[in-house]
């Protein structure tokens, strides 16, 4: 099973509203790590949270991490038609056995109309 | 600038034809990574690679192989391409803390197999 699940799977918004979308997982954690995708394209980053942290800002975008729910948080405020895209979350597998191996959640697919 | 970059961006070959990926990075990056992404599925790890000369198997390895002779490129290679391999593949690579932790993963652009 995944170890990161977004949740909803798609969510569809106006612009200028904000949106959230939620990440679990299931095995402790170092690291969390929020990609952005637009349609067939490359990942990118977002935002890192480390296990250590309970919240962190970039610009319109808001990560929460706990630990103890095993759960992440991206809100993005006032959002634009440009933010349309999907949005993973992402964690590197802790423990020596299996350090290197990262898991995707499924994404969220957030449409903003204009 | 730093970046991933991924050749070729799209291919269409035939079922058993051997091809290879190839993937280079300039941030001197240690760790490099293969996925496939596949609609409903989601990105699923390949294999990756922690150092030059040591790899290791993702969660979806079977019919591929890679090679780290150089640290900064990370070729994929389908020595027998089936149709199931149709799909889009994704590089990227980031480096490792001291403790190990792997931080932010930079992606290249994709590459877009039609296996007929």
């Known amino acids: 099973s995944q170890q990161g699940e977004e949740d909803p799977q798609a969510l569809s918004i106006q612009e200028g509203e904000n949106a959230t979308m939620n990440c679990s997982y299931k095995?402790?954690?170092?690291?969390l790590q929020w990609y952005r995708q637009n349609s067939g394209r490359g990942l990118v980053h977002l935002i890192l949270?480390?296990?250590?942290?309970r919240e962190k800002h970039s610009g319109r975008l808001r990560v929460t991490l706990d630990t103890s729910k095993k759960s992440s948080s991206l809100l993005i405020t006032a959002s634009r038609a440009a933010d349309t895209a999907s949005y993973f979350c992402?964690?590197?597998?802790?423990?020596?056995?299996?350090?290197?191996?990262?898991?995707f959640g499924q994404g969220t697919t957030l449409q903003v109309k204009p | 600038e730093a970046q991933v970059t991924q050749n070729p961006r799209y291919l269409i070959t035939v079922t058993g034809k051997k091809l290879t990926v190839t993937c280079s990075q300039n941030?001197?990056?240690?760790?490099m990574s293969w996925y496939r992404q596949d609609p409903g599925l989601g990105l699923r790890q390949i294999y990756y690679?922690?150092?030059?000369?040591?790899?290791d198997k993702g969660d979806v390895p079977e019919g591929y192989k890679v090679s780290r002779k150089e640290k900064r490129n990370f070729p994929l290679i389908l020595e027998s391409p089936s149709p199931n391999q149709t799909s889009l593949y994704f590089c990227?690579?980031?480096?490792?803390?001291?403790?190990?932790?792997?931080?932010?993963?930079?992606f290249g652009p994709g590459t877009r197999l039609l296996v007929l």
């Open positions: 949270i480390r296990s250590n942290e």
């Open positions: 990227a690579s980031s480096r490792i803390l001291k403790t190990g932790i792997l931080e932010t993963q930079y």
């Open positions: 690679s922690m150092n030059v000369e040591v790899t």
């Open positions: 941030m001197n990056h240690e760790y």
């Open positions: 992402a964690t590197p597998i802790h423990g020596s056995s299996n350090t290197g191996k990262l898991i």
């Open positions: 095995t402790s954690i170092n690291n």
